[in-house]
């Protein structure tokens, strides 16, 4: 019978690709896509505004600064054991979080953390300082967004196009 006829296209043979080659040219195809300097830029920026606020409020912990215990204590409700795991959570995050293999965990952890700390304010009634680890758990997912291709191709935001 004649292909043509019939209307049907005969495709081309695709070359049979062992896993190991399979494997190489989807990382040689990651590496080829890399992101304007300004985007890298800026992603470390925004993590770095993270790290920071976790560095510091797990200093603040650590060095049983008056007001930082005061505040789990009397005004969370948390015992005053709960500084040392506190602390020991935040520095584990951030070095996480640093590490590019182990960055898109970090977050995952660092989001639940982070919620667990949004409810505590506001199981207090303590809403404007809710806000401080949502943003922060923003910022930390959007520094990871803009350095880290693997989520920009997994969340990928498009521009509407136009009819």
Known sequence: ????????????????????ESHQM????????????????????????????????????ATYHTNAVAEIVTGYGYPESAIVRIVITECALVVLYLVPQ????????LTGYLGGAVATHLRVADTARAAIPLVVGILAWAGLYLRDSRIRQLVPFRRRERD
């Open 1 to 20: 019978m004649n292909m043509q006829a019939t209307g049907q296209t005969i495709a081309a043979p695709r070359p049979v690709l062992s896993p190991t």
């Open 26 to 61: 989807s990382t040689a195809t990651a590496r080829t896509v890399s992101a304007p300097r300004w985007m890298l830029w800026t992603g470390w920026l925004l993590s770095f505004l993270v790290v920071a606020q976790l560095l510091s409020s797990a200093w603040f912990r």
């Open 102 to 109: 182990t960055s898109v965990i970090a977050a995952i952890l």
